[in-house]
Nanobody, 123 residues
Framework: QVHVAESGGGLVQTGGSLRLSCAAS????????MGWYRQAPGKEREFVAT???????NYSDSVKGRFTISRDNAQNTVYLQMNSLKPEDTAVYYC?????????????????WGQGTQVTVSS
């Protein structure tokens, strides 16, 4: 069983900063890609940023230059530093991780999502 938990959301003014954290725990053999997605009211969930176990990052154009993703492999934790926040960044932010687990006598790669954390940017 793998558990993914986010923290760090909240209310901030335009131009402010927030830092999100997400920790994966449980029977994990290795943590592969970790990342963040977000979903604004009335919109579909969209990609924000990902980072591989080797530190290769990928960002959506809408956050590039303002958000920074990082991770602590030893702690199976991923962070999202969000600077210069805009009202359009308001959304529920979901942590994503792809991990290797031992299931049904084999090593398998599974995807897990957190419950989400609300980020609200006021104008």
């Amino acid at each position: 069983q793998v558990h993914v938990a986010e923290s760090g959301g909240g209310l901030v003014q335009t131009g402010g900063s927030l830092r999100l954290s997400c920790a994966a725990s449980g029977s994990i053999l290795s943590t592969n890609v970790m990342g963040w997605y977000r979903q604004a009211p009335g919109k579909e969930r969209e990609f924000v940023a990902t980072i591989t176990s080797g530190g290769i990052t990928n960002y959506s154009d809408s956050v590039k230059g303002r958000f920074t993703i990082s991770r602590d492999n030893a702690q199976n934790t991923v962070y999202l530093q969000m600077n210069s926040l805009k009202p359009e960044d308001t959304a529920v932010y979901y942590c994503y991780c792809n991990v290797d687990v031992y299931r049904l006598r084999q090593r398998r790669s599974d995807n897990y999502w957190g419950q989400g954390t609300q980020v609200t940017v006021s104008s």
